[in-house]
Structures are given as C-alpha cells and as structure tokens.
C-alpha cells in the first residue's frame, strides 16, 4: 500500500509539476506575444508616420500660420488632400485620423488634417486640442525639441481612445520646422490586433493542458513559429517587390548593397539585382554634393546617424549606374533581426517636384519683374501729368 501511495504521489507531483510548468509557460507566451503584437504594431505605425511624413512637401507647410487664414491657401489644401488620400489608404491599418499640429502658448494648435470639413472630428486651421492630456503635450514637445518620433497612448478625448505617432516635419536641411505631423490609430483595432497574437498562443496553451505533453507543446510552437516566420517573410517579400518606392539593403562594415528590389533596378538603370548588389552607394552618387561635401564622406555620415537614431530621412543627389544625376529624398531605417543590424533604405526621384519648385521661382520672378515695370511706368505717368498742368497754369498767366 506505501509502494502504491508512494507511486500515486508521485505521478500526482508530476502531474503538478508538468500542469504548473505548462500553465506558466502558457501564460508567458499569451502575454510575451501580446506585448510583442503591441510594439510591432507601434514599430509599424511609427514606420507608416515617417514614410506618411516623407511624402509631404516640407515647402508648403512654411506658409502655414495654423489659424483660420490658412483656409484659403493653397498649400492648406493641397496638404489637406494629401492626407486625405493617405488616411483612406490606410483604414485597413487602423488609421483614423492623419494631421498637422503646432504648439503656441503652450497649447496644441490643429492644422490641416484628413477628415473631410462636413464630415465629424474636422478640426479648422487654429483649433486648440483643449482635452491634450499633459502626456500628449510633453510628447509633442519632445518631438519638436529632439526631432525625433514619439508615441502616446492609449489616451482618451471626446472623439475616442487613441495610440498615436507624432512625427517631426523637418525642411530640406533635415531641421525641425516645428510642425509635427500626427497619426491615430484607433485603441479598439489596437486591441483586437493584440488579442489576435494571443489567440493563437492561448489556444496552445489550452491544447497541452488537455494533451499534457511538454514535447507537443514544444514541437507546435516551433512548428507555428515557422509558419509565422514564413508568413512575415512572404508578406515583407511581397512588399519588397511590389513597392513603386526603390527599396534596398545595406550591411556593415562596408555598407555595400545586399539586395535592391525590382523600383531599384529601375531606378538606377541597372541590368538586375546581381549586378546592383556588386556596387555600393558612391557607385550610384557624383563626386560631389550640391553643398560641395564629397559624397563617400557625406554617406558615411548619414549611414551613422540613422544607426545611432534608428532612422534618418534626408535629401541627395543619386546618379543613375551609367547615366545622369537626379534628386531624391532618403529614408535609412535601422532593422535588426537576430543580432544583425543593417539599413534599410528607401529612395524616391523627386525631379519632378524640384523641376516644379524651379518653375514656381521663376515665374514669381517674372511678375515682380513686371510688378516693378508697371509701379514705375504708373509714377512716370503722374509726373507728366503733373509738368502737363504746370505749363497750362503758366500758359493762362500769359
């Protein structure tokens, strides 16, 4: 009877044991694998407020004075369009609301935003944020004092519960224009994309208990972790190639090209992907910058504030492999993956816009011009009226 009890208690500790070991490791995986979804989501929504930023032209925002004047002005609604169309792209995320904001005596003050003026949460040029919590000010803030991206959240007002990314809006020089560009994602699609990444894990969780077998247990989540491992990678290979952006990678310590996706080869008139990855940056770079800074030399320093900030945006002058140069907005974005760093880098041609740029100056040149041309023909025109009426008067005395 003491061999049977002895026996009994011991598969009964054991089933402890394995029950406690399954239950706390059931339990670190559903909430490691919700704090996991939490900072991709935020890591995604950081990325999508960049590249949101990105696409804006920095120029347009200077002639904002984020009061009701800005209504009539074209930037106002060119901007306002802009992120109308970003936000309707972007529902499938989340995205609820994309806008520009200031801070003036210490208050948040709205600018143009992406809901239509009929439609609800329209903020006017102007508006204050008087329900920003003292967190959501600091945030703004700091953006605007560091220049670089901060999330905050969940916050509520009186529109909803919100996470957002506030983005600082820099000018040609990468220099805080002191307008930060917002993004709210809706705290409700927040959670349901966090408990969907539990789900998964929970339903594990349940399954061993029921199964009572560590091996199980350990041979699903490796076998769900693969799956999961391949899914991200076909869906970031599907982003890669299909990108209209020119997206490619680059390693230390040389910092040459990895890899490059089809907008790449495009981009820079290159045969394919193994010639691209046989160059580096200088190939594809003048001698020289429009500042006169060598372009190895400038690179270099890009390449080490993205890796010391996490990411860099900027302008520079690229050349084709075998062809002419042309301008471009920069976006190096730190990524690591399994103890390895490398850049990200996504490159847009903006020749259209500066060739646009160039033919607005000219063209406001020619109207002074001919402003200053019709002041001084009017004033010619008053002084000869003026010598006309003097000799009449002399005329009338004789």
Do not use: C
Request: aromatic share 10%; no cysteine; charged share 25%.
């Amino acid at each position: 009877m003491n061999m049977v009890f002895f026996k009994l208690k011991s598969k009964i500790f054991s089933f402890i044991s394995i029950f406690l070991i399954i239950l706390i490791s059931g339990y670190l995986s559903v909430y490691f694998s919700g704090k996991k979804a939490e900072q991709d989501i935020k890591n995604n929504l950081q990325y999508y407020g960049e590249v949101s930023n990105a696409a804006i032209n920095h120029i347009d925002t200077r002639s904002l004075f984020f009061t009701k004047d800005d209504l009539t002005k074209d930037s106002y609604i060119a901007l306002s369009d802009h992120l109308q169309r970003i936000a309707q792209a972007s529902k499938n995320f989340g995205v609820r609301w994309i806008y520009l904001m200031k801070v003036k005596n210490g208050d948040i003050v709205f600018g143009p935003d992406s809901v239509l003026p009929q439609d609800y949460g329209h903020s006017q040029p102007g508006d204050i944020y008087t329900e920003a919590s003292q967190e959501e000010l600091q945030s703004v803030l700091k953006v605007i004092e560091t220049g670089e991206s901060s999330t905050v959240g969940p916050y509520s007002d009186r529109w909803g519960t919100w996470i957002s990314i506030n983005v600082p809006v820099k000018d040609e020089n990468n220099i805080n224009t002191g307008v930060v560009l917002g993004v709210d994602i809706d705290y409700k699609y927040f959670q349901s994309q966090v408990l969907s990444k539990q789900i998964l894990p929970a339903s594990i969780f349940l399954s061993l208990i029921v199964l009572f077998s560590i091996t199980g247990m350990y041979l699903f989540v490796v076998d769900k972790k693969n799956r999961q491992i391949q899914e991200n990678e076909l869906r970031f290979r599907n982003f890669y190639d299909k990108n209209s952006d020119a997206i490619m990678t680059l390693e230390p310590p040389f910092w040459n090209f990895t890899s490059g996706n089809p907008a790449s080869i495009k981009l820079f008139a290159i045969n394919n992907e193994k010639e691209f990855i046989s160059l580096s940056p200088g190939d594809l770079s003048p001698e020289k910058q429009p500042d006169g800074s060598l372009s190895s030399d400038l690179a270099k320093l890009m390449i080490q504030k993205a890796m010391e900030r996490g990411s860099n945006l900027f302008e520079w002058v690229h050349k084709k492999y075998k062809g002419e140069s042309f301008p471009a907005i920069v976006l190096l974005s730190k990524v690591e993956v399994k103890d390895k760093e490398f850049l990200l880098a996504t490159v847009r041609d903006v020749s259209v816009q500066k060739k646009q740029e160039q033919e607005l100056k000219r063209k406001t040149k020619e109207l002074e011009e001919l402003n200053s041309f019709m002041v001084g023909r009017e004033l010619k025109m008053i002084e000869l009226k003026k010598e006309i009426e003097k000799l009449k008067t002399n005329e009338n005395k004789i």
